[in-house]
C-alpha cells in the first residue's frame, strides 16, 4: 500500500480484518455532514490488527475509513477464514480472543481517558503508555484526534515537553 491509500472505504462492507506487517494506518470516523475525525491509529509494531469492526461483526456498511500514513504491507483475513479457523484450531481461537481483547481494553481505556483528562493530561497519559503515537504521527492527526487544532497541540507539546 501506498501513503493515502484507503485499506477501508467509508460506508463499504468490509468483512476483512487486516495484519499490519509494515506500516502505520489511520481510522477515521466519517459524519454524516462528511466530516473525518481520526479515533484510532494502528502499527506494525503495536495494534497490529485493524478492521472496521462494525462492518467486520454486523455485515453492514461502516461509518469508518482506514487510511495508509506511510507506505506499507498487510494481509488481509476474511471474517469467513477467521471463522473456519476460530472453529477449527483451540489455539488459534485463544491467541485470536487475548490478542482482540488486549487490544479493545486498551483502545478502550485511551478513549475513555481522553473523555476524562484534560488534554494536557491525557497527553501526559499517551507519553507515559503509548509514546510511540506522539512519536510517530503527524502532529495533525495526533490534534485531530484530541479535537484541537495543530497550534494548541504545538503548545501543549511545549508544555508537556517542560
Known amino acids: 500500500m501506498k501513503k493515502g491509500d484507503e485499506?477501508?472505504?467509508?460506508?463499504?462492507?468490509?468483512?476483512?480484518l487486516f495484519f499490519v506487517l509494515k506500516g502505520s494506518f489511520v481510522v477515521s470516523q466519517i459524519t454524516e455532514q462528511g466530516d473525518s475525525k481520526a479515533v484510532w491509529f494502528h502499527f506494525?509494531?503495536?495494534?497490529?490488527y485493524v478492521g472496521s469492526p462494525d462492518s467486520l461483526f454486523s455485515g453492514e456498511s461502516t461509518k469508518y475509513e482506514i487510511k495508509a500514513l506511510e507506505d506499507g504491507n498487510v494481509i488481509k483475513f476474511p471474517k469467513k477464514v477467521i471463522d473456519v479457523w476460530v472453529k477449527t484450531y483451540p489455539s488459534?481461537?485463544?491467541i485470536f480472543i487475548e490478542t482482540i481483547v488486549h487490544d479493545f481494553?486498551?483502545?478502550?481505556?485511551?478513549?475513555?481517558?481522553?473523555?476524562?483528562?484534560?488534554?494536557?493530561?491525557?497527553?501526559?497519559?499517551?507519553?507515559?503508555?503509548?509514546?510511540?503515537?506522539l512519536e510517530k504521527l503527524p502532529a495533525h492527526y495526533i490534534a485531530d484526534f484530541l479535537g484541537i487544532t495543530p497550534e494548541w497541540y504545538s503548545k501543549l507539546k511545549k508544555k508537556l515537553s517542560t
Open 7 to 16: 485499506l477501508v472505504q467509508y460506508y463499504s462492507v468490509s468483512t476483512d
Open 44 to 48: 506494525d509494531d503495536v495494534f497490529e
Open 92 to 94: 488459534f481461537n485463544q
Open 105 to 133: 481494553i486498551t483502545i478502550y481505556d485511551a478513549r475513555s481517558s481522553l473523555l476524562t483528562y484534560s488534554t494536557l493530561e491525557f497527553l501526559q497519559y499517551t507519553q507515559e503508555k503509548f509514546p510511540f503515537i
